[in-house]
């Protein structure tokens, strides 16, 4: 079992920064690719930015170069940094484990309980 604890959302204005940090802690915790997913009302979630253990990183086409996401092994975390944020980034955002490499969230074993991020316009 994979733990996962998100914080760090908040409301920003657009043009605006975030961070979201994501614990995990159990077994095994530090070998599973970390990723971030969000979900705004009455859309499906979908996927954010994504880091191995190795450090193999994967964005979606609508955060790259504003979104920087990064983990540290030693302290099981993973970090967002949130750039130039607009009003459609508004959404619950997820912090997902997984062993091996996905995209998608059925591929996902683990979630955290979601941290809101809502940027005014």
């Known amino acids: 079992q994979v733990q996962l604890v998100e914080s760090g959302g908040g409301l920003v204005q657009a043009g605006g920064s975030l961070r979201l940090s994501c614990a995990a802690s159990g077994r095994a915790s530090s070998s599973y690719t970390m990723a971030w997913f969000r979900q705004a009302p009455g859309k499906e979630r979908e996927f954010v930015c994504a880091?191995?253990?190795?450090?193999?990183?994967g964005y979606a086409g609508s955060v790259k170069g504003r979104f920087t996401i990064s983990r540290d092994n030693s302290k099981n975390t993973v970090d967002l940094q949130m750039n130039s944020l607009a009003p459609e980034d508004t959404a619950v955002y997820y912090c997902?484990?997984?062993?091996?490499?996905?995209?998608?969230?059925?591929?996902?074993?683990?979630w955290g309980q979601g941290t809101q991020v809502t940027v005014s316009s």
């Open positions: 880091m191995s253990w190795t450090g193999r990183t």
């Open positions: 997902g484990a997984v062993s091996g490499w996905a995209t998608t969230p059925s591929e996902y074993d683990y």
